[in-house]
């Protein structure tokens, strides 16, 4: 499918919105099928220095996660105290995620001093901007479309990617362990996120923005993934 044949935009979409987020993920996973290391982990051509590359490019914004997750946090008042807590609570379990991904880069052969000195890429950049931008605003629900791409890219793709890695390039589970944790780890996140999504709380205003947020999540993270090592 090339750009031109995509569906339309999910915004536009009609129905529940577990079926516009639907829409939304149908949509990442093709733009996904577009980024180049992905294309040559699926061909069999990738590197250890494509691998090394990525842990490096998502480092970045690992760090970012649990703090832009935190202030979402701070920023729901009572009336929203169970997105509140369970904001919290996420953000404590991600805190120290980016540990994982930095031995796994020393596992393979890359310097933790350079790694720890490493810039976000224009799409790391891009993304975690718009997130402390969006997880600023009162009552910040449409958050929730953040975590719907992120979540799931754990939940749907990290094994996945994490066993190709391996097969192509003889890689240990010790090496690929941020890829085969966040496998079991965000399927639980999803989980508690269906739930939400599902939930009294949303309404219809609050589904349009979650699907937006969702949306332009989406295509970030797909610019990030492409944009590696571009300042």
Same mark, same amino acid.
């Given at each position: %499918?090339?750009?031109?044949? $995509?569906?339309? #935009?999910?915004?536009?979409?009609?129905?529940?919105?577990?079926? $516009?987020?639907?829409? &939304? /993920?149908?949509?990442?996973?093709? $733009?996904?099928?577009?980024?180049?290391?992905?294309?040559?982990?699926?061909?069999?051509?990738?590197?250890?220095?494509?691998?090394?590359?990525?842990?490096?490019?998502?480092?970045?914004?690992?760090?970012?996660?649990?703090? /832009?997750?935190?202030?979402?946090? @701070?920023?729901?008042? %009572?009336?929203?105290?169970?997105?509140? @807590?369970?904001?919290?609570?996420?953000?404590?379990?991600?805190?120290?995620?980016?540990?994982?991904?930095?031995?796994?880069?020393?596992?393979?052969?890359?310097?933790?001093?350079?790694?720890?000195?490493? $810039? =976000?890429?224009?799409? #790391?950049?891009?993304? @975690?901007?718009?997130?402390?931008?969006?997880? #600023?605003?009162?009552?910040?629900?449409?958050?929730?479309?953040? %975590?719907?791409?992120?979540?799931?890219?754990?939940?749907?793709?990290?094994?996945? /990617?994490?066993?190709?890695?391996?097969?192509?390039?003889?890689?240990?589970?010790?090496?690929?362990?941020?890829?085969?944790?966040?496998?079991?780890?965000?399927?639980?996140?999803?989980? =508690?996120?269906?739930?939400?999504?599902?939930?009294?709380?949303?309404?219809?205003?609050?589904?349009?923005?979650? &699907?937006?947020?969702?949306? &332009?999540?989406?295509?970030?993270?797909?610019?990030?993934?492409?944009?590696?090592?571009?300042?």
């Amino acid at each position: %499918m090339t750009t031109t044949d $995509r569906p339309s #935009s999910p915004d536009t979409a009609t129905g529940t919105l577990p079926e $516009r987020l639907a829409s &939304v /993920w149908a949509e990442f996973e093709e $733009r996904l099928t577009e980024v180049p290391i992905l294309r040559r982990l699926q061909d069999g051509e990738v590197t250890l220095d494509d691998y090394q590359r990525l842990l490096h490019n998502l480092r970045q914004q690992v760090v970012d996660g649990s703090l /832009w997750i935190a202030r979402a946090a @701070s920023n729901f008042d %009572m009336d929203h105290f169970d997105l509140r @807590s369970a904001a919290m609570h996420h953000a404590v379990e991600e805190h120290r995620d980016h540990l994982l991904l930095e031995r796994d880069f020393v596992a393979v052969g890359g310097s933790r001093e350079g790694l720890l000195a490493g $810039r =976000k890429n224009i799409g #790391s950049e891009a993304l @975690s901007g718009y997130m402390f931008h969006r997880s #600023s605003q009162p009552n910040p629900i449409d958050c929730l479309g953040a %975590m719907f791409i992120i979540e799931g890219l754990g939940a749907r793709k990290a094994l996945e /990617w994490a066993e190709r890695f391996q097969e192509v390039l003889g890689l240990a589970d010790n090496q690929v362990h941020f890829m085969r944790y966040h496998q079991e780890a965000d399927e639980n996140h999803t989980g =508690k996120l269906d739930a939400i999504l599902t939930g009294d709380l949303i309404d219809d205003s609050a589904a349009d923005a979650i &699907v937006t947020c969702a949306t &332009v999540v989406a295509r970030l993270y797909a610019m990030q993934l492409t944009e590696l090592d571009r300042y």
